[in-house]
């Protein structure tokens, strides 16, 4: 069974002050991973996806990085509008067909 | 700009009542899927469809929950009799899919409709 752990759970940053999102997951062949970003009352976001370890892909403050065990969501000089829940998902072999399997998300509040 | 609808976004009902929700997926997708998100529980894969066929409903209850594609451009979810335990936001979302690649970058999701039973 496919797995996705989130840490933390809860991150506060002053404005400008960069940190990372981490994303542990267990999967049976991963055939993708996919970082979205979720605001209250709205549907998640699609922010990247990574398909292979050592990949990276970065969208103006964030930054996406993959392994074999884990992702980062690094987000660098964050402004109060990148507040939200940052969701992880994986996609497993074959057999999970086109399932995604969610973390429970880490909930980001950059403070002015 | 072209995006997931989904209706209606806020639902309140008694619980035995029945409730369908209903999804517009981006036109051209091919799977359709539906997430139910609570605190406790977090995102949870319902039921999913390729050109409109069911291929995994395997985290739906069998006994209350429903899901059908009436056709390419409509999803729904029924829910009958709805309990309290059903409350919670439930999300459609949509991609394209051929062979088993992501033809999209992913799934796309719709703004969700807010069930509380009463």
């Known amino acids: 069974e496919d797995q996705v752990t989130q840490s933390p759970e809860a991150l506060r940053l002053q404005e400008g002050e960069s940190s990372s999102l981490n994303c542990s997951y267990t999967v049976s062949g991963l055939r993708g991973l996919f970082w979205y970003r979720q605001d209250p009352g709205k549907g998640p976001e699609f922010l990247f996806t990574l398909y292979s370890a050592g990949e990276e892909k970065e969208k103006e403050r964030l930054k996406a990085t993959l392994t074999k065990k884990e992702s980062f969501l690094h987000i660098t000089a964050p402004k109060p509008e990148d507040s939200a829940t940052y969701l992880c998902?994986?996609?497993?072999?074959?057999?999970?067909?086109?399932?995604?399997?969610f973390g429970e998300g880490t909930q980001l509040t950059v403070n002015p | 700009d072209a995006r997931v609808t989904q209706t209606p976004r806020h639902k309140v009902t008694e619980m035995g009542q029945e409730v369908t929700m209903r999804c517009q997926p981006i036109?051209?997708?091919?799977?359709v899927f539906w997430y139910r998100q609570t605190m406790m529980q977090g995102l949870e894969l319902l039921a999913y469809f390729r050109n409109r066929a069911p291929l995994d409903d395997s985290g739906m209850p069998k006994d209350r929950f429903s899901a059908e594609m009436p056709d390419a451009t409509l999803a729904t979810l029924k829910i009958q009799p709805s309990e309290p335990r059903d409350s919670a936001v439930y999300f459609c979302a949509s991609g394209l899919v051929r062979d088993g690649r992501w033809f999209t970058d992913t799934q796309y999701f719709g703004p969700g409709t807010r069930l509380t039973v009463l």
């Open positions: 998902a994986v996609q497993g072999g074959e057999t999970s067909g086109s399932r995604l399997t």
């Open positions: 036109l051209g997708h091919n799977t």
